[in-house]
């Protein structure tokens, strides 16, 4: 069985072969159950969460990513979440390959919602505005420009000297220009892409910040559970609503559930989920109107980059 650490993850993941790989892997389908989650006690009392995402593909490979979220771990200076990808013969049950899961999931993650941005945003994009600092954050601009030629891209996070840190990175590898800022609501309504990847409660991005006269496309990552809000409910209201898939959505994403459960839109004004948008007939209803797009990842995800890191490792050893 092969070990894959977190650097050659990386190495095998660029961003543009992902996003390629993940639309094939939609095209394609397979099976994903939900994730499984229990709950395991500590010795001091607190509550941390075993996830574990299985899926497979009948007569091709199998995986299975086991996760591990701790949140009392920031006291012994100890990441919260870290995570482990098995991928295995799903016809004779080999175990082929052992993998970092934490690069694995960033990478796919941004990866997917920059798939969904090559079917939903403008393609003249040239202004993103990233809500987040966390490890996904530079991921996410990555993946955005492989299918985006974006010129400008401004970064926001609670911590205005997290903000400034990663711009000041990534300006230095980007051709894009990079700046931190500390109001959002002031350059909102002029970027053409917002992601946001945080792990708020409540929402940080507001409907009223928006540019009514102009296409925008929003895209919400952070949220995995119903109580989780990145985006309020006049966000949603003003988009037409995608999602990564509708079975995970409707059991998982707080910023789809709740505005269900609100009145403020119905299950049925869910207008795609990214296998529907990677067919060939698909087209955006009105392509004037904002997007949005909601992922919460799906185990096909993490099998589809797995399978690409193993198949390029052992074909150019």
């Known amino acids: 069985m092969k070990n894959f650490n977190r650097q050659q993850v990386a190495e095998l993941l660029p ?25 395991i006690k500590t010795g001091d009392g607190a509550d941390n969460l075993l996830l574990l995402m299985p899926c497979w593909q009948q007569g091709d490979m199998l995986g299975i990513k086991l996760v591990m979220v701790c949140p009392e771990n920031h006291k012994q200076g100890l990441e919260s979440v870290s995570s482990t990808y098995i991928l295995s013969d799903a016809t004779t049950g080999e175990n082929l390959a052992l993998m970092d899961g934490d690069e694995l999931t960033a990478r796919r993650t ?43 891209i401004y970064i926001w996070g609670r911590n205005y000297g997290k903000a400034e840190t990663l711009a000041e990175d990534l300006s ?12 959002p609501e002031n350059c909102a309504d002029g970027c053409d892409i ?3 990847a945080t792990m708020a409660n409540q929402p940080i991005l507001k409907g009223e910040w928006l540019n009514p006269n102009k296409k925008q496309h929003i ?10 809000r990145e985006a309020d409910n006049d966000v949603i209201s003003q988009c037409n609503v995608y999602v990564d898939t509708y ?42 109107r904002s997007t949005l797009f909601k ?5 096909l995800e993490d099998l589809a980059a797995a399978k690409m890191v193993y198949r390029k490792a052992t074909t150019n050893p």
């Open 15 to 39: 961003y543009a072969e992902l996003v390629d790989a993940l639309r094939d892997a939609f095209e394609e389908g397979g099976e994903a159950p939900l994730r499984h989650s229990h709950t």
């Open 110 to 152: 941004a990866c997917a919602s920059a798939l969904a941005s090559s079917y939903l945003s403008n393609p003249r994009s040239r202004k993103m505005l990233v809500m987040g600092t966390g490890k996904i954050a530079h991921h996410l601009i990555y993946a955005h420009l492989s299918v985006r030629d974006l010129k400008e």
């Open 172 to 183: 230095s590898k980007l051709e894009a220009k990079v700046r931190p800022i500390k109001n």
């Open 194 to 196: 917002i992601s946001c």
């Open 219 to 228: 895209d919400l990552v952070g949220g995995y559970t119903p109580d989780m």
């Open 247 to 288: 079975e995970g959505t409707l059991a998982e994403a707080g910023d789809i559930i709740r505005p269900i459960e609100e009145g403020i839109i119905t299950k049925n004004d869910i207008s795609a989920e990214l296998s529907e948008m990677v067919t060939a007939g698909f087209k955006v209803p009105n392509p004037e």
């Open 295 to 299: 992922s919460v990842g799906t185990a």
